[in-house]
């Protein structure tokens, strides 16, 4: 039973945490991108959305859940179904982080809302983050994670969207454990779906570990870097349609707009699905 009213009660929670644009973590985050960049320095501009491994929570060991989250009920409200993912966002870069800066995220939770849908109940959550560093406010994001019911026993997969075709530019991604442990290790995610095994598939019923959403819209952006490297990403938001499993190789896909402003991304599963879907807007 979800209690929505008692939910609403976490709507203006707020949370902030710092940190320092750390040449180390730029660094590592560019290796496990499997980018030949070189050592960043004080000054450098932080690539979007790369402040996803910036001012992490960081929860005590004895007040983790038996997903690998905080337990819930501290900032995020206690819903009460077992699978979390995250579901989308739509974020502006107002002017770039820089390396060596220390940063400030300040974030609210805007709204709780529920659906029932062909798998159950499903509740929705959005919160807007805010990152400001020294010259003031770098990055907006309304993040948005969805909780949902295990799957009932027999019911029919739900429906999968074909990926576009006509992509100008695609590469293969090999989801593997190093590549999943490495992307949890630099945005300190603890969720178990990422790494243990037993857990995602005996527990949550998956067939294979998720690969973070997250980490695929990082590729996607990091896509459009190696194809336009001169260009300045002014804001983008993203749709998750289908979890990527470690399974199977995956693909990143992308083609420019004919406007020249704009760039639509996606990335496909090895069955050709349509796995997460982009819209980024160029400045």
Request: hydrophobic share 45%.
């Amino acid at each position: 039973m979800i209690d929505l009213d008692h939910l609403r009660e976490w709507v203006g929670h707020t949370e902030s945490a710092e940190d320092i644009v750390a040449p180390s973590k730029v660094a590592a985050l560019a290796a496990t991108l499997d980018r030949d960049d070189a050592w960043p320095i004080s000054g450098d501009p932080l690539p979007p959305p790369w402040h996803w491994t910036l001012c992490l929570p960081a929860a005590r060991q004895s007040v983790i859940g038996p997903d690998g989250h905080p337990a819930r009920g501290g900032f995020l409200p206690p819903v009460p179904l077992p699978r979390r993912l995250w579901a989308g966002g739509r974020l502006s870069f107002p002017q770039a982080l820089r390396v060596g800066e220390r940063v400030e995220r300040r974030s609210r939770v805007m709204s709780v809302e529920h659906k029932s849908g062909r798998s159950g109940d499903l509740v929705f959550v959005m919160v807007r983050h805010e990152f400001h560093g020294p010259a003031g406010l770098c990055v907006t994001e309304e993040h948005d994670i969805v909780y949902r019911d295990l799957p009932v026993a027999d019911a029919a997969p739900p429906a999968c969207q074909p990926a576009p075709a006509g992509a100008a530019w695609e590469r293969e991604i090999v989801p593997d454990d190093v590549l999943l442990f490495r992307y949890s290790a630099l945005s300190f995610n603890g969720h178990r779906i990422h790494y243990d095994r037993r857990y995602v598939t005996e527990v949550e019923g998956y067939p294979g570990l998720i690969v973070h959403g997250p980490l695929i819209a990082t590729l996607l952006v990091d896509l459009l870097r190696r194809n336009l490297p001169g260009a300045t990403i002014a804001a983008f938001a993203f749709r998750a349609l289908k979890p990527v499993f470690d399974i199977a190789p995956f693909f990143v896909c992308g083609r420019p707009e004919a406007d020249g402003r704009a760039v639509r991304l996606w990335a496909r599963d090895s069955e050709n699905h349509l796995a997460m879907d982009m819209q980024v807007t160029l400045a």
